[in-house]
């Protein structure tokens, strides 16, 4: 498997539709309202088919506190919903509540800045979900 790099990643886990992955990746390359961009590098590789969560927890080099997941819910649905991951592993008594949640790819960005930026933390994002478990904005 081909090593990720020490930043922020995108990486496309399920691979049944280039025009879909082209299309969220265009999304997420573009600025919001107010010109804000997520800082993630896209991955396209078959290494990633099948990866989840927590292999790719496992697999992100040290550096971002979340990256991303395209798998097959992200591409087939309309919205492109992404899997936003905690990849900072767990220090002693670290209880936090980390588990992924799906982000539209227009608040991609919020996610992405806020917490790398530690501006803001996971349960700011996780708290504010639909009932489909989306993060659509605040």
Not at 15 to 34: I, K, M, N, Q, Y
Not at 38 to 64: H, I, M, S, W, Y
Not at 95 to 105: G, H, I, N
């Amino acid at each position: 498997m081909a090593a990720l790099p020490g930043t922020s990643v995108l990486v496309r886990t399920w691979f049944g539709d280039d025009a879909a992955w082209e299309c969220l990746v265009r999304l997420v390359r573009t600025p919001s309202d107010d010109g804000f961009l997520a800082n993630v590098t896209p991955v396209d590789d078959l290494a990633f088919a099948g990866l989840g969560a927590e292999a790719l927890k496992a697999e992100q080099r040290p550096g971002p506190l979340v990256s991303f997941l395209a798998d097959r819910r992200t591409l087939v649905h309309a919205e492109f919903p992404v899997l936003a991951v905690w990849v900072l592993p767990r220090g002693p008594g670290d209880r936090r509540d980390d588990r992924p949640f799906r982000v539209l790819p227009s608040e991609l960005w919020s996610v992405e800045n806020n917490i790398n930026l530690a501006n803001m933390d996971w349960a700011d994002f996780a708290g504010s979900v639909d009932t489909g478990g989306v993060f659509r904005g605040f």
